[in-house]
């Protein structure tokens, strides 16, 4: 028998090495894509696993809804927030920008709805339960100047002392032991857990991630915290919609 030659004896175990190197690449890949995965930029989403859905699912604006401006605006932009979610806390205030250029002439509407990404902030959801005390204790306006302040002085990713939620609720003008009793009652547990599984099943799986609604009913995606030029944009073409 031919004793094979020493081309040949080189080329198998290299083949076996490009082989190993393929598998443990695909390895990698097929495990990386159910990973919690933070993006690394200043616009893209904090993310969890992807999900997928439908902006049809997006649950009808309502009374019960937190909203700024005008009801009654031929535009609305319904934002899924986590308050420690750095790129949320840049949003809030480009969302400000909006509501000063567009709110005040009734043509834009601000909805805000819970998103605590629990996988990546343990203490959001407990601030979510806060931010709905404050409007469950002096109406929507100190709803709003309760997230204000919060969105302000937070760190993000979990960076806020607790303590710091009864000090917020005083600033705003609230009764802090009315307050507190709230934030520990569990009163809104299921009505922010149905605020998270509504914003999964629009397609939601990151923050921020907002849904801006036409004139005419067409809804369209904003994932991240886009710049406002990028959001002035899509606002103007949503007004446009007829």
């Avoid at 990713?157 to 009793?181: H, M």
């Avoid at 809104?188 to 009913?217: C, L, M, R, Y």
């Amino acid at each position: 028998m031919e004793e094979p030659s020493k081309s040949n004896q080189l080329s198998i175990p290299i083949a076996i090495v490009i082989a190993g190197a393929l598998i443990a690449g695909a390895v990698y890949l097929g495990t990386s894509k159910g990973t919690e995965t933070v993006a690394g930029n200043n616009q893209q989403p904090q993310q969890v696993a992807q999900q997928t859905g439908s902006l049809d699912e997006m649950r009808a604006i309502s009374k019960d809804d937190h909203v700024r401006g005008n009801p009654d605006a031929p535009v609305k932009i319904v934002e899924y927030s986590d308050p420690e979610c750095p790129f949320c806390k840049r949003f809030h205030d480009t969302m400000k920008q909006v509501m000063d250029e567009y709110g005040k002439d009734g043509k834009v509407a601000w909805v805000y709805r819970n998103f605590p990404l629990d996988q990546l902030h343990q203490k959001a959801r407990n601030e979510a339960t806060a931010i709905e005390c404050a409007g469950d204790l002096g109406g929507n306006d100190k709803f709003w100047a309760y997230a204000d302040r919060l969105y302000e002085i937070t760190p993000s990713n979990d960076g806020l002392d607790p303590a710091e939620l009864p000090k917020i609720a005083q600033y705003v003008g609230l009764d802090v032991s009315k307050f507190n009793t709230c934030l520990t009652s569990g009163k809104f547990t299921k009505h922010i857990e149905d605020d998270v599984q509504n914003a999964i099943a629009t397609g939601g799986n990151g923050t921020p991630w907002s849904i801006v609604v036409a004139v005419n009913g067409k809804k369209y995606p904003l994932s991240g915290a886009q710049p406002y030029a990028s959001v002035k944009q899509l606002i103007d073409l949503a007004l446009s919609e007829k």
